[in-house]
């Protein structure tokens, strides 16, 4: 074990050296380069903070609301038969917009239910293998500059229901 902690701590200063000695022998102004690319990179972050607000205000509303919950038990009533528990619906809809809104109702959920319960172990697999769709579609595409869209929702749509299927069948398997 001694070896791989050894190995994970030199792996970062030795990369930033090998991009450091590449770029000086590519004849290329590395330290130009480095101030360009955070310029472009703070650039960014100020063009996207408007949408990162409105999305965080618009889940936080909605969720002090209560509006998410009553809409998890209606949902739920269909989705409780089918093995998905009507109590997740809310962390399903909230993680496609913002993952760290639906880290607030993560922890709400590990309070309630536990960590090793069927319901912690879902939401565990869910958080892990579902995307923030609406978030990235919104920030990334806008600064990207992309408007060829046509099946990205659909297809994120599906990525999304796989990974709650795949996450309810594999929860059930270890608990």
Request: charged share 5%; glycine share 10%.
């Given at each position: 074990?001694?070896?791989?902690?050894?190995i994970s701590n030199i792996i970062i200063p030795v990369l930033i050296f090998y991009i450091i000695a590449?770029?000086?022998?590519?004849k290329t102004q590395v330290y130009e380069s480095f101030i360009k690319g955070a310029k472009d990179g703070l650039k960014t972050v100020v063009e996207i903070t408007p949408t990162l607000i409105g999305l965080m205000v618009a889940v936080s509303v909605l969720r002090a609301s209560g509006f998410l919950e009553f809409l998890g038990s209606l949902i739920g009533k269909v989705t409780d038969p089918l093995g998905f528990p009507?109590?997740?619906?809310?962390?399903?809809?909230?993680k496609m917009f913002s993952?760290?809104?639906?880290?607030?109702?993560?922890l709400d959920i590990f309070k309630r239910y536990g960590t090793d319960s069927l319901m912690g172990m879902i939401t565990s697999l869910m958080m892990s293998s579902t995307e923030t769709i609406f978030y990235t579609m919104s920030v990334y595409f806008m600064v990207a500059k992309v408007h060829k869209t046509k099946w990205t929702l659909p297809g994120a749509l599906i990525a999304t229901l796989a990974g709650t299927v795949a996450s309810i069948i594999l929860a059930g398997m270890i608990v």
């Open positions: 074990m001694s070896v791989l902690a050894n590449y770029g000086m022998a590519a009507g109590e997740l619906v809310p962390l399903t809809l909230v993952s760290s809104a639906a880290t607030g109702l993560v």
